[in-house]
């Protein structure tokens, strides 16, 4: 596995985690509006709205299957990857891929805390991190 497919692989818990955030706001939008619907029906009982307010309902509940779906995607994910940050013996790298991969940390943020150059880091640690770096199926197949 070369470091470009690693990182994606890495990448991808962060990922998840953006799309259920995503999934997560448009809940609470479609909650919101669910809402509004049913101030509109309580106010004055019009034909149609209780098809409006049952398709926002069946959207909310589709919804949340998919976040359900998408949490156990991360959570898989985050565990694999866990895995293969802890079988990295260096202290300073296996932090700088915690930092990377499972906080969402920028290469700045992580020259910061770890008293490097953004630099050092880009250039030095994080790609010896990257070589260190196995995940479990990988060692499998060797």
């Not at 260096?90 to 290469?107: D, E, I, K, Q």
Request: proline fraction near 2%; hydrophobic fraction near 35%; glycine fraction near 4%.
């Amino acid at each position: 596995m070369t470091n470009s497919e690693k990182k994606q692989r890495l990448q991808q818990y962060i990922q998840l985690q953006k799309e259920t955030d995503r999934l997560y706001d448009e809940i609470n939008r479609l909650q919101s509006q669910a809402e509004k619907v049913t101030a509109v029906l309580s106010a004055e009982p019009k034909g149609g709205s209780g098809k409006d307010r049952m398709a926002v309902v069946d959207d909310i509940v589709d919804k949340k299957r998919q976040l359900e779906e998408k949490v156990r995607e991360a959570f898989a994910a985050r565990s694999a990857i866990v895995q293969a940050i802890d079988a990295v013996k260096s202290p300073l790298h296996r932090r700088v891929l915690a930092w990377r991969y499972l906080n969402g940390a920028t290469f700045e943020e992580i020259a910061v805390r770890e008293g490097y150059t953004y630099h050092h880091v880009v250039t030095c640690v994080h790609p010896v991190a990257l070589g260190m770096v196995n995940f479990k199926e990988e060692k499998d197949e060797n």
